[in-house]
């Protein structure tokens, strides 16, 4: 009888894996800090620029951490109440913040002294933003209102009153800088157009549901947006006029604070039910959970999607660091190189490639050598040849690089390129200063044709800001230059008058089509 080798049993089916790319992107904060505050953490918010430090309110102090150490690097104490809502600008070298005692403070970052002061609201100020397109800023108090303040003058500059209660949420929206959403705990989310008159700013009103609105955010593009209240997050489309496009109950408590990871293709949820929930934009499903040791208040995640920041409710800040892959990190680095490297490098460079118009054989594409089989060819490198502002800018003889750039030879594109190298290298006002009016004529001229171009306009006005500090006492003395700053200001005043048109324009196009829009809905 022949041997015969046992069956192999069955094996039971291998179950599929549940892990999917957000998942692994979640996975991958293996650093987790916990850092102990006596009071509870009430908001978190990452300043958009390098290195991305965090501001954490607690108490009656705002604390400025530094992200890769997890260290206080600034602690702003000039505050008779507890702190609220602070958040950095977006150049991140100011700070405001709301108080108990109802007023809103800004901060220099570097020295911490309190720069302005608004006073307005009669009960806690809980929100604070600062506006992403206009030197304005929001804020939203228990007394109902939320105002919209100018940063320079301090003053208020329209008071929102459509709520009943509440109102512990509020956001610029990112598309548009005359767009605030609000939400409140009068179950209520609402959309304010602030070029219209306080009593009619209101122009669309979401109901939630009955339960306090505790948070709202809105999408970059502006149409749709997201409110929490309760267990609840829902989904607004507001091209179609605040309809609920999606109702999500993954929380078993209140739903207390949002927030977008780095790519805004995520929503992260954090809840007193002591969760942490990611959606994923696309589906609206939860792809990653994350669970904390107490009832989680604020969230918050840096710019770069390497951390993420919780606040509880027993004073713990739980911070979640990840290392970014290499092909992120090159990336990033590369982007940061075009933007270091400035406009004067990039014009600099382009004229250098297309000024000939031709573009050399190298490499591979040379000819065959002529001659015998056993000659070579050495082949020499010519040293670059420098243009003149270049060769005085390398000698740092600032001014005579700006005369240089100024000659008719040169494109505007390369001079304003030199202006901002020069600015860069904090040498501006060693270039414009001690000139006669003999040499300040071809400046001016080349300002006053050129200042309204919008590729120019920025970096136009810092000259014309430096050339007024330097010779406003000797304007007078040269009708030749005092005509030229008089064309000067006559066309920035027509463009001014031009720009005011548009806007007014747009406005009446956007009143039109909503109109037609809300026409189009009515049955």
Known sequence: MDFLPLPSLPSAPRPSSSTNPHSRHFHS????LFIKHPSPITHIHFSPTRPHRYAVSTSTRVLVYAPRTGKVVKTIS??????????????GKLVVAGSEDGLVQVF?????????TMKGHNQPTHVTHFSPHLPQILSASDDATVKLWDLSTQECITTLGAHTDYVRSAVFV?????????????STVRLHDVRLPAATANTITMRHGGAPVEAVLAFPSGGVALSAGGPILRVWDLAMAGRCARALSNHQKTVTCMAFDGAHRRVLTGGLDMMVKAYDVEEWKVVHTMRYPAPVLSLAVSPDDTHIAAGMTDGTLSVRRRDPKAAEAAAADAQQAVIAAGAYEYFAEMETVFGAGHVRARGD???????????FRVATTRARRLK??????????YGAALDAGLKKTVRPATTFALIHELVQRDALRVALAGRDDV????????LVRHAIDPRFGEAAADVVGVLLDLYTPTLGHSPLVD???????SRVERELAFQRELAKLRGALDMTLAQAAMAQLAP
């Open 388 to 397: 003149e502002f270049d060769r005085f800018l390398k000698a740092f003889k």
């Open 108 to 116: 220099d970052v570097g020295s911490r002294a309190v720069l302005r």
């Open 174 to 186: 990112p598309s548009s800088p005359h767009l605030v959403l609000s939400g409140s705990y009068d």
């Open 29 to 32: 904060f293996r650093h987790p």
């Open 78 to 91: 000039r505050f008779k109440d507890t702190a609220r809502g602070a958040e950095f600008r977006k150049d």
């Open 483 to 489: 005509d030229l700053l008089a064309r000067l200001q």
């Open 365 to 375: 594409a040379l000819p065959a050598v002529q001659g015998a089989a056993d000659e």
């Open 439 to 446: 040499t300040l004529e071809p400046l001016v001229a080349f």
